[in-house]
């Protein structure tokens, strides 16, 4: 079974307990880590001072440890930095804080019992994946001095209040280790829904942010995501397994029927024969808007209005995720940005191609490192769905009038005129860049727009991660489709919910070779169908689970 690895995590512990050694190994599989040093540096320490040496040689051997690759940031001289470095943190940053002791002894004259309610507060309110160790002061002998007691009594308090925020807590003894919270923190709302706002900045930072998040070398402007790359694939001899094994089960009747598939390809993924029900799962919604005619008919505010729905634990993704029969399951909210007009230039450049790329494979890596077996990718915004229609129809070659699903107005009657200039737009437009049209690299500028390359570069981080992808709706499949130019492998790690009738979507899912889970042709929209058949999901793999 995998380490547990919350998003946020307190180690306690004794001296020489092995605290700091388990604290490092929570962020193993992080390729960068911010180590913040909270003890002073013995380097810094003027000549004309006592000299500690064997406070140097405990921080010499902490410093030998720790990989190559990670960047030490001291705060002992400075403790408010701390907070400071916590509060602007990226989602796809990995800190060690080692540790609470030295930063509560280097406060001083400081209001102790403010700083530690805004450390808390810094911690909870973070995006970023965080670890401190602290030591477990009331278990170990207590000066029986004001000072003794005084450090005693802030250290505990500061215990109790990270405790109380963070997703994990762990109590390291003799190198042992014992998970004394091991849940997902108090932001989960009463629906059981954890709502995450959009914190990962837009397009125009992503450069900044996968560059510190480590997954390329620093200062490189090679992104991680190339054409030609290579990707693991399922685990096909498991695969095969499951299927013998769904044949032979003890239920009435002809069995699991079309349900099979879900089994045996979660067996491939998951690398067993007997794959079991998810238990974390993470729904990704993309959203994007796009100026210009192709965006006719559709209602920004209304769009604006379900975002805020869904950020505040409302609405229905957020509803359908409550009841999805999954422990625990993260709405996470992406506001990609925005695309130009494609009747008067590309949607994006080629540098917001490889941003928007690269944020796709950082969400994904980052809920592969959280421990989520799933990802649904939802999408939405003004445009957005006849963008999609857009890219398939100029990588299949195929006729946009076909390909262009019906547009509906807010009271749900069916706009044809706003269909008609949508059409007529894109039209024009695939004729304007017939000379440039190769594949779907091309198309994500031309085209696309940011909220597909996000969503391309999520199926492609995924993939990469061996984490399944549940698709719903034309952006999904518009993107399993660009992405499939990038590496071919990427179309085996993608479920499709239905195809909800939509041409665009049919078309995509015969190019990739994926057939529906279920054709309902439900009009959810934005990821609703493909949470909504979730729990039919869950029940096919709680069936497999059976002895034959």
């Known amino acids: 079974m995998s380490q547990y690895r919350p998003r946020t995590a307190l180690i306690l512990g004794g001296i020489r307990s092995g605290k700091s050694e388990f604290a490092e190994s929570l962020i193993d599989d992080a390729p960068i880590v911010r180590y913040v040093a909270t003890g002073r540096d013995p380097g810094t320490v ?24 990670w960047t030490t940031e001291e705060v002992g001289g400075t403790p408010a930095d701390l907070i400071t470095l916590i509060g602007t943190a990226k989602p796809d940053d990995t800190l060690l804080v080692d540790d609470i002791g030295n930063w509560i002894a280097a406060l001083f004259n400081i209001d102790t019992a403010a700083a530690v309610a805004e450390l808390a507060d810094a911690v909870a309110a973070s995006p970023a994946r965080i670890v401190i160790v602290s030591p477990e002061v009331g278990l170990s002998v207590i000066p029986a001095t004001p000072a003794g007691r005084l450090f005693a009594d802030a250290n505990g308090a500061a215990n109790r209040a990270l405790a109380a925020v963070c997703d994990g807590v762990a109590l390291v003894i003799a190198g042992q280790v014992t998970w004394l919270k091991a849940e997902r923190p108090a932001a989960r709302r009463d629906t059981g829904t954890e709502v995450v706002a959009t914190a990962i900045p837009a397009t125009s930072a992503v450069a900044v942010e996968a560059t510190s998040a480590g997954l390329y070398e620093t200062g490189s402007d090679e992104s991680p995501v190339q054409i030609g790359m290579r990707l693991p694939q399922p685990d096909a001899t498991t695969a095969g397994e499951a299927i013998n094994r769904v044949g032979r089960l003890a239920v009435p009747g002809v069995g699991l029927g079309t349900l099979a598939p879900i089994v045996t390809f979660l067996a491939g993924a998951q690398g067993t024969s007997r794959p079991e029900p998810l238990r974390q799962v993470r729904v990704v919604s993309v959203g994007a808007t796009h100026d210009g005619a192709i965006a006719t008919g559709d209602d920004e505010a209304a769009w604006a209005a379900r975002v805020q729905a869904a950020r505040s634990g409302s609405g229905v993704l957020a509803q359908l995720a409550a009841s999805a029969g999954v422990e625990t399951i993260a709405l996470e909210l992406v506001d990609a940005g ?88 894109i039209r024009d437009t695939l004729r304007r860049i017939k000379p440039r049209i190769a594949d779907g ?29 549940l698709i719903d709706g034309p952006v999904g499949a518009a993107a399993a489709v660009v992405a499939r130019d990038y590496a071919i492998e990427v179309r085996l790690w993608c479920l499709l919910a239905d195809d909800g009738g939509h041409p665009a979507v049919i078309s995509a899912a015969d190019l990739l070779g994926l057939t529906p889970l279920v054709s309902m042709h439900t009009g959810l929209g934005e990821g609703g169908t493909a949470l909504a058949i979730l729990p039919l999901l869950q029940n096919a793999l709680t069936l497999s689970t059976m002895d034959s």
């Open 441 to 469: 690299p091309h198309m994500l500028a031309a085209v696309a727009g940011p909220a597909i390359a996000v969503a391309a570069g999520l199926l492609l981080g995924a993939a990469d991660r061996r984490t399944p992808v």
């Open 338 to 425: 925005r695309a130009a007009a494609i009747e008067t230039s590309d949607a994006m450049t080629e540098d917001e191609v490889t941003a928007g790329l690269t944020r796709g494979w950082l969400i994904a890596q980052a809920a592969a490192d959280r421990g989520d077996q799933l990802i649904v990718l939802a999408a939405g915004g003004p445009g957005v769905d006849a963008a999609a229609a857009a890219t398939v129809a100029a990588i299949t070659r195929g006729e946009i009038a076909g390909l262009l699903g019906r547009v509906y107005s807010g009271s749900g009657v069916i706009d044809d005129n706003a269909w008609m200039t949508r059409c007529l737009t």
């Open 46 to 69: 003027p000549e004309t001072e006592p000299q500690d040496d064997d406070w140097a040689a405990r921080i010499a051997a902490h410093r030998e440890r720790r990989p190559e690759q």
